[in-house]
T-cell receptor
Framework: KQEVTQIPAALSVPEGENLVLNCSFTDSAIYNLQWFRQDPGKGLTSLLLIQSSQREQTSGRLNASLDKSSGRSTLYIAASQPGDSATYLC????????FGAGTTVTVRA | KAGVTQTPRYLIKTRGQQVTLSCSPISGHRSVSWYQQTPGQGLQFLFEYFSETQRNKGNFPGRFSGRQFSNSRSEMNVSTLELGDSALYLC???????????????FGNGTRLTVT
């Protein structure tokens, strides 16, 4: 059974600091890994998807890396802003998404 | 392009009743998945439909069922509601092919179900 762990559970940083969010998973037989953002009471917004054959993906201030053999992914958010405050979830896809519990990020103005 | 639409946004039901939730996927998306989100268990996979057929199923009791129509719209039904069914139910659609799982999932805003 796929287990997905996200560390840390919560993070508070001043505006402008870079964010590093970690995700680990136990079974490397995955199709892809997807990072999401969730705002309170809302659904999930897709941020980045990394196919199993890829090492990283970038979109604007966001960069995600994937090391499938060691079961790890990292999401980097550069120059954080208060609008980045949300819960970030990683999910691995092995025909269904298995989610981590998320990292709740607070960016202080 | 319109996103994934879920209706209703909020529902309050009583134990023992049944409920039906609706999901309209992004136009052109043929795969629809359902997830349950609770504070204690996080996000858990319920089932996935592709071309009107259930393709995969999670570990939920038979009280949870779904279906998909020819226009890819999907409904989820929960019978004999229990207090523990209170959750945010999220629907996601993707542009999956018949045997692929390579496309990103796009989620709706969910239906908040409260069972009293």
């Amino acid at each position: 059974k796929q287990e997905v762990t996200q560390i840390p559970a919560a993070l508070s940083v001043p505006e402008g600091e870079n964010l590093v969010l970690n995700c680990s998973f136990t079974d490397s037989a995955i199709y892809n890994l997807q990072w999401f953002r969730q705002d309170p009471g809302k659904g999930l917004t897709s941020l980045l998807l990394i196919q199993s054959s890829q090492r990283e993906q970038t979109s604007g201030r966001l960069n995600a890396s994937l090391d499938k053999s060691s079961g790890r992914s990292t999401l980097y958010i550069a120059a954080s802003q208060p609008g980045d405050s949300a819960t970030y979830l990683c999910a691995v896809n092995d025909y269904k998404l298995s989610f981590g519990a998320g990292t709740t990020v607070t960016v202080r103005a | 392009k319109a996103g994934v639409t879920q209706t209703p946004r909020y529902l309050i039901k009583t134990r023992g009743q049944q409920v039906t939730l609706s999901c309209s996927p992004i136009s052109g998306h043929r795969s629809v998945s359902w997830y349950q989100q609770t504070p204690g268990q996080g996000l858990q996979f319920l089932f996935e439909y592709f071309s009107e057929t259930q393709r995969n199923k999670g570990n939920f009791p038979g009280r949870f069922s779904g279906r998909q129509f020819s226009n890819s719209r999907s409904e989820m039904n929960v019978s004999t509601l229990e207090l523990g069914d209170s959750a945010l139910y999220l629907c996601a659609s993707s542009l999956e092919g018949e045997s692929s799982y390579n496309s990103p999932l796009h989620f709706g805003n969910g239906t908040r179900l409260t069972v009293t």
